[in-house]
């Protein structure tokens, strides 16, 4: 069964303070690792489809990075509206049936 | 703007009721799904669809129908509500079978009184 835990449950930075979640992952045959924004009273945001180890990817202050057994999500220099939870999900090889396994999230909130 | 929408926002509603929750998109993607969102737990699946007239069971099922009669659209029905039932309920689509992003509705927070 594919499994996905997010360290830690939550995070508070100072505005500028770098710092990075993660994303550990067990999963038959990976065919993807996704990262999402989720603000509260909306639905999630993509961020970031990642589909191999060493893969990198960067969006404005955030980067993804994958190994295989797990994901992190840089924040750099982070500022009050990077807050949010940051949702981490996995796709595995099922027999064609398009699952993916979504954690339970990292809250993160940005102090001025 | 492509985008995927649902109705409506809120509801509440008392135990033994029919629900039906509204998703439409406008990605024109084949894919979409329905999960319910807890405190505690990931995103589950309920239902998911393929394409028209196509529908299959997710992880938690129980309770729950769906139906796919085009493109656009998958209602979600609780044929008899249960408080158990309260949660936010999201849609999503995505393009293709294989590794392929799943995008988002607003949500819907359903209440079972």
């Known amino acids: 069964e594919d499994q996905v835990t997010q360290s830690p449950e939550a995070l508070r930075l100072q505005e500028g303070e770098s710092s990075s979640l993660n994303c550990s992952y067990t999963?038959?045959?990976?065919?993807?690792l996704f990262w999402y924004r989720q603000d509260p009273g909306k639905g999630p945001e993509f961020l970031f489809t990642?589909?191999?180890a060493g893969e990198e990817k960067e969006k404005e202050r955030l980067k993804a990075t994958l190994t295989k057994k797990e994901s992190f999500l840089h924040i750099t220099a982070p500022k009050p509206e990077d807050s949010a939870t940051y949702l981490c999900?996995?796709?595995?090889?099922?027999?064609?049936?398009?699952?993916?396994?979504f954690g339970t999230g990292t809250k993160l909130q940005v102090i001025p | 703007d492509a985008e995927i929408t649902q109705s409506p926002r809120h509801k509440i509603t008392e135990t033994g009721r029919q629900v039906t929750l509204a998703c439409h998109q406008t990605?024109?993607?084949?894919?979409m799904f329905w999960y319910r969102q807890d405190l505690g737990h990931g995103l589950r699946l309920i239902h998911y669809?393929?394409?028209?007239?196509?529908?299959n069971k997710g992880e938690v099922s129980d309770g729950y129908s769906v139906s796919r009669s085009n493109t656009e659209d998958l209602p979600l029905t609780l044929e008899s509500a249960a408080s158990s039932q309260t949660s936010v309920y999201f849609c999503?689509?995505?393009?293709?079978?294989?590794?392929?992003?799943?995008?988002f509705g607003p949500g819907t927070r359903l209440t079972v009184l």
């Open positions: 999503a689509s995505s393009g293709q079978e294989g590794t392929d992003t799943q995008y």
């Open positions: 999963v038959s045959g990976l065919r993807g």
């Open positions: 990642l589909y191999s």
């Open positions: 999900a996995v796709q595995g090889n099922s027999g064609g049936y398009q699952k993916v396994t």
């Open positions: 990605w024109n993607h084949n894919n």
């Open positions: 669809s393929y394409g028209v007239q196509d529908t």
